[in-house]
């Protein structure tokens, strides 16, 4: 069953682009606009793995990711933060974010990260 992955950004072109290759590689992708659109998406659809913009409105991303880890249910999906602030490593690191990639970005590179993290979460079951 492919794997669903959560793209939260407000960046429609950012959205789709991921969309699509995401797509292209078997993955399932639910999008989200912002914060707290990205918790109803993620109470109904269950993602394995979230891709998260920080700078969003309604709820910016560091909301978000607390929220999500202070949820028994939600806690265990990796999280990969993708942002244009190099120095935002560290307080997403004391929220239990595993990974992240500044804007700009290679495909490839995230792509590498989420095949990763994923792998990790499944290990994780076993």
Avoid: W
């Amino acid at each position: 069953m492919a794997k669903k992955i959560l793209i939260v950004d407000d960046e429609p072109d950012l959205v789709e682009g991921l969309t699509m290759m995401l797509k292209s590689k078997g993955y399932k992708v639910v999008p989200a606009y912002d914060g707290e659109e990205a918790i109803k998406k993620v109470e109904e659809e269950n993602p394995d793995l979230i891709i998260l913009d920080i700078m969003m409105p309604k709820m910016d991303g560091y909301t978000f990711a607390k929220e999500l880890k202070a949820n028994i249910h939600m806690k265990c999906i990796p999280v990969i933060v993708v942002t244009a602030k190099e120095k935002m490593q560290e307080p997403f690191a004391i929220e239990g974010i595993k990974d992240y990639v500044v804007k700009p970005f290679e495909y490839l590179d995230l792509l590498g990260k989420i095949e990763k993290l994923l792998k990790e979460k499944e290990g994780d079951k076993r």
